[in-house]
C-alpha cells in the first residue's frame, strides 16, 4: 500500500501525489501519469504494481492545477469532465509538475515515466522535455500533436488494434515521425485495455503489456 505525499514544483505549487516503496531497496524511479480520470484506484493500482516489481513509484496529481482530489469514474459525463480538465492545463505547467514528480523519483535512481491515455502522450512530453531514463506510452492519441518535439530517451508504444479513438492513420504518423519508437498494437484490445475498471479491460493484452514495459524499464532504468 503506498502513501499520499505532498510535491513542489519549481514555481512553489504544491501538488499531491500517491507514492507507492518497494519491498526491497529501489531498482530505480517510475513516475505514473494518470489517464484524464485523476489519481484514481486504476493509477494507484499501477504505481503498486511498479512498486511490487521493485520500483520507487510516484503518480503526480496531473490535475491539481485546475482542481484538486479528481477521481473520475468511467462514464460518458465523467469523460467529459475529464477533457475539460485536461484542456485547461497549460503546457508549461504540466512540464513543471512532471518535473517535481521525476525529482521525487530520482531518489531511487534513474527514472522512468509510463502514461495512460492522456498521460501517454504526457509520457511522450517527458520524453521530449526532461531528463528522464524511458518512458512508456499506452494509447496516447494527443502525441499527435506533439510530434514537432522530438524524444531524447527510449520509449515504447501501446496501442490497440479496436481503438476507433485512434485509427491507424495516427499510429503511422507517430511511427513515421519517430521511427527508433518501439511500437505494439495489440488487435482483440479497446482503447483503456489496461485498466481493470472498464469494460474495455483486455487482461491478456494488459499483462503481455506491462511484461514488455517491465523488461524495458529493466534495461533503461534498472
Known sequence: MGQQIQLTAADGFQLSAYRADPPQPPRGGIVVIQEIFGVNAHIREVADQYSNAGYLAIAPAMFDRVQRGIELAYDPPSIGRGVELANQLAPD??????????????????????????????????????QIAAAVSYYGGRTLQLLHDKPRCPVMYHFAGLDKMIPDATIDQIRAAHPAGIFHLYKNADHGFNCSHRASHEPASAALAFERSLAFFREHVG
Open 93 to 130: 505547467h504540466t512540464l513543471l509538475d512532471l518535473r517535481a514528480a521525476i525529482g521525487a523519483a530520482a531518489v531511487a535512481g534513474k527514472v522512468g515515466v509510463v502514461g495512460y491515455c492522456w498521460g501517454g502522450s504526457i509520457a511522450y512530453f517527458a520524453a521530449a522535455h526532461t
